[in-house]
């Protein structure tokens, strides 16, 4: 998923739609909350918005992270949409073309990892709790607390 802008701007009139499967398992190594991942499905369109070089994406992908209760893992799948807009010059809303070449490796992973959950939990552990206290009477080391009320 890598363009010259040379060959995009071939593009420009009729634009271009594009499918492809990445795999991003090599970018997991560092990262604890994400166990596993499957292939990505990318569905793209290219239009060219003179100077923007426009690309709607959809990324479908399947994380399987950690329970936040259990540490049980948990498939959670993951539907992106997003536009994403290049140019030769610097703007709010643009992400600035190096070199010549506009690669979407990158962007689909940083838009994947923006949209993961912060904390999932496993179906089997909806019920647990462990926040209540288990004895009414507090933490026993604490119980000589309560005279000086």
Known sequence: MKWS???LL???HDGLEFTDTVDYSDVLSGKDDILAISPAKIEGRFSYDDPDF???LSINVTLT???SKTLKPVEVPL???VQEVFSHFVGEDTRLIEQNTVDLYPIVWSNIYLEKPLKVV???AKDLRFDEPSNSQGHPGLQDL???K
């Open 5 to 7: 802008t040379e060959q």
């Open 10 to 12: 071939k593009r420009e």
């Open 54 to 56: 426009v690309f709607d």
């Open 65 to 67: 992270m950690a329970c």
């Open 79 to 81: 539907t992106v949409d």
């Open 122 to 124: 496993h179906p089997d």
């Open 146 to 148: 309560k005279k000086y």
